[in-house]
């Protein structure tokens, strides 16, 4: 059973760093692409970075270029989203995806359950 | 970067008629679209993707139609576990969700 599972969500100030992290299982991590996607409170889903299965691919939204940097660890089978310069505006759930269907790109077949990020002082 | 317009924002169906939701790109997307459902406090869950191909466990009533830029998510026969926000995403290039389609019930 494929298994995704973000943690490390929570509280920080604006200007803040927080690093979030998912563990994947029950599939071939490192032959997959995978992708962070957020939703603010009663808002809609944004696409924040995707990383290819080697790290060779690495893609990020405008809204948190140069401020988040994704990356991935495939001996753990594990994604992580390292966040800098925490803004009110970046306060969502955090979810991690795995993408399907391509080398880059692909639609999302699997979900975590999602980590709460809350910027505020 | 590639918008992508869903409508209507909210649509008010009784259960067992059919709801047809439609997803405009502004540009072409080719058959790369998915559509995803999403319940209340729940992580969203893949409904269709290539635009017409129904995911792993999805009921038949669920279909999708289009390419290009226009494309619709139809539920043939509506039940009370398909009330949810429906949202459809391009990956042609990089990705894009729209702003989403709340389903509730008439």
């Known amino acids: 059973e494929v298994q995704l599972v973000e943690s490390g969500g929570g509280l920080v100030k604006p200007g803040g760093s927080l690093r979030l992290s998912c563990a994947a299982s029950g599939f071939t991590f490192s032959s997959y692409s995978m992708n962070w996607v957020r939703q603010a409170p009663g808002k809609g889903l944004e696409w924040v970075s995707s990383i290819s299965s080697s790290s060779s691919y690495i893609y990020y939204a405008d809204s948190v270029k140069g401020r988040f940097t994704i990356s991935r660890d495939n001996a753990k089978n594990s994604l992580y989203l390292q966040m800098n310069s925490l803004r009110a505006e970046d306060t969502a759930v955090y979810y991690c995806?795995?993408?399907?269907?391509?080398?880059?790109?692909?639609?999302?077949?699997?979900w975590g359950q999602g980590t709460l990020v809350t910027v505020s002082s | 970067e590639i918008v992508m317009t869903q409508s209507p924002a909210t649509l008010s169906v009784s259960p067992g008629e059919r709801a047809t939701l439609s997803c405009r790109a502004s540009?072409?997307?080719?058959?790369?679209l998915a559509w995803y459902q999403q319940k209340p406090g729940q992580a969203p869950r893949l409904l269709i993707y290539?635009?017409?191909t129904r995911a792993t466990g999805i009921p038949a009533r669920f279909s999708g139609s289009g390419s290009g830029t226009e494309f619709t998510l139809t539920i043939s026969s509506l039940q009370s576990e398909d009330f949810a926000v429906y949202y459809c995403q391009q990956y042609n290039n990089l990705y894009t969700f729209g702003q989403g389609t709340k389903l509730e019930i008439k």
């Open positions: 995806a795995r993408a399907n269907g391509g080398y880059t790109v692909g639609y999302f077949d699997y």
């Open positions: 290539g635009a017409s």
């Open positions: 540009q072409s997307v080719s058959s790369n």
